[in-house]
Every structure is written in C-alpha cells, then in structure tokens.
C-alpha cells in the first residue's frame, strides 16, 4: 500500500520536518497542534524550510511552492481522520502519547496506520493504547529530519511484515535511509548516544574540562560535526532529560539517570537552540 496522505500531530521540531519531507514528496500533509499560536509557528517553520532547502539547491523554487500547498496545519483534532498514516510526534512522555494514540486509535478508519516518533519509549506500550497493535509502529526521524537521511523503523512483536515494509517502501519514498529496528528502550541509536551526551554532562560536572573543550575534543579529535554540548542543544534539553528519564525507568542503570546540571538546564527553560539558550547561548 501506498501512503498518499499523512497527519502528523504535535509539530515542533520534529514534526515540522517531518511535514516538510511529506510534503517535498507529494504526499498531502495536515499538522496538529495544540493551539493557533502553536500552529502558525509551525507553518511558519515548515515554509522557512522548504525555502532554505531551495536555497541550498536540493529542490526548486517551484518544487518548494507546490511543497506549501501541499501542507496545512490545523488545532482540529478530528483533521487526523483522512489520513493513511498518522505520526505522533508530541513530547517525550509516555502518559501523553498513550493518550494521544488512543485519540488517534478512535478518530481513523481500522486500514490507517499509526506511527510514533518516539525517541525511547517502548513501542509495545504505545501500540497497546491502540485497539490495532500490529498497525503501529516506530518511524524514529532524525534532527533535522529535511536533512537527516537516517529513520529507524522500530517494530514490535505484533506489527505485521508488510506493515514495517509499507514504513521501509515510505522512508525509501521520502528520501530516506531505513533500518529495521527491534523495539528495546532507545533502540539503536539513543541506546548508544544518550549515555554518551550524559557522560559529556558528567564529565563537566566533574570538572574535566569546560563545554567548549569537550566539544572541541570531539569535534576535532574525532571528526563528529558537533560536541555532545552542541548536540545537546540542537537535540532540544528538555528531550535529552525525558530520554534519559525514560531509559533509567526501563533500564535501572545509573549511565541514564539525568544529571543534575541538566535537570537545572531545563527547569530554567533554557532548552537549547530551540529558545536561544541552552549550554550556548544562541543570539540569532
Ligand atoms: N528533538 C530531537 O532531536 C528528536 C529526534 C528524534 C525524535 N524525537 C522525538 O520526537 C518527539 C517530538 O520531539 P520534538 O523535539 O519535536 O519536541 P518539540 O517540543 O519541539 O515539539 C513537540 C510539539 O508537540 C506539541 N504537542 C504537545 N501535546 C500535543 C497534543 N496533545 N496534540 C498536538 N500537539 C501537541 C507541542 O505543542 C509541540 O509543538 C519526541 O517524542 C522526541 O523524543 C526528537
């Protein structure tokens, strides 16, 4: 099966770019947020992204206006209801996507797949809140996600092999490359680096270095494009902190138990790039 259409709910940074790469695709895209302030931003982000991926040359100025007509962005729940696949892509919180997936479960006819975008949480318990566990599976976009190529395509026990190739055939469409991914807490690539940007926070906790030197080692020592300070704040705090809360609640194991400059960090709002300051400080 084919997906021609797709709604994607809560469209901050993730979402939005997933609505963008759906919509340079020509697949029909319709946003879900939660307010009208929330929404404009979102259109106003989306549009922001499809220029500057004209600008850089990977489309055209022509491609990027069909592109913005091809997406809207509503505060109308109930817009999920045509669509062949619905992303969930609200906060890393499991009471909050359980929620919103059993919204979703009601609203869309029994052929409509659900998907998460989810960074840890166990997919098993998100496809539980549905009465159709074999439809739902993990389409873990990466940040930014118009210029990430990799999705992990997470797969539980019960989805059904010709969904995870419907997802695998979608990626591939969207420009993407996908890899099938057993559904553990992070799966492969928060299981890697989320103890690693922690260990970073540790590490300067402990007085190793200040942020700028262990980005720096990294950078230039190990020829990554970013520090894990850096990474951090392009990731957004508040989402590296709700990883690692859900990972030490899987896992027990003190490398995901969010350290106390973080939990700081985000209490005082500084998210990272997101609201101008995170570890850096971003002006523009
Ligand atoms: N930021 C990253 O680097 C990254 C990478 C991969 C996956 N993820 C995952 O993607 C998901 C979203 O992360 P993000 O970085 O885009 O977060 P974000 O904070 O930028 O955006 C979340 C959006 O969801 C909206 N929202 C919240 N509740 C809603 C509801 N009930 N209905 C509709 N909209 C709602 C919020 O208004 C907000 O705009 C999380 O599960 C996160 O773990 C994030």
Not at 27 to 46: K, P, Q
Not at 113 to 135: C, D, G, H, K
Not at 233 to 262: N, W
Request: glycine share 8%.
């Amino acid at each position: 099966m084919r997906i021609k259409q797709i709604a994607v709910v809560g469209c901050g940074t993730m979402g939005a770019g997933i609505i963008q790469v759906a919509a340079q695709t020509g697949i029909e895209a319709v946003g879900i947020e939660t307010s009208e302030e929330a929404a404009e931003a979102a259109r106003a982000r989306i549009k922001a992204g499809l220029e500057a991926t004209a600008s850089r040359g990977k489309i055209t100025a022509e491609e990027a206006i069909d592109a913005s007509k091809r997406f809207t962005v509503t505060t109308d729940f109930n817009a999920v209801s045509d669509a062949d696949l619905v992303v969930e892509a609200v906060f890393e919180d499991v009471d909050l996507k359980k929620r919103v997936l059993g919204d979703i479960d009601r609203l869309v006819g029994p052929e409509t797949f659900i998907a998460s975008n989810t960074s840890t949480i166990p997919l098993v318990i998100l496809a539980a809140a549905t009465s159709r566990p074999e439809r739902v599976v993990g389409l873990h976009f990466f940040n930014p996600v118009p210029a990430m190529k990799l999705v992990e395509v997470i797969k539980t026990p019960v989805t059904s092999p010709e969904h995870v190739e419907t997802m695998r055939a979608l990626a591939v469409e969207m420009g993407k490359s996908p890899v099938i991914v057993n559904d553990v807490p992070g799966f492969v690539g928060n299981l890697l680096i989320v103890p690693y940007l922690l260990d970073a926070i540790r590490a300067f906790e402990r007085g190793v270095a200040d942020m700028e030197s262990i980005d720096a080692v990294i950078k230039t020592g190990f020829n990554h494009p970013m520090g894990p300070f850096r990474l951090s704040d392009l990731i957004g705090l508040d989402i590296v902190h709700d990883m690692a809360a859900s990972m030490y609640e899987e896992y027990k194991d003190q490398r995901y138990f969010p350290p106390p400059l973080l939990k700081q960090y985000v209490r005082l709002g500084w998210l990272g790039r997101k609201t101008g300051r995170g570890f850096y400080r971003y002006d523009d």
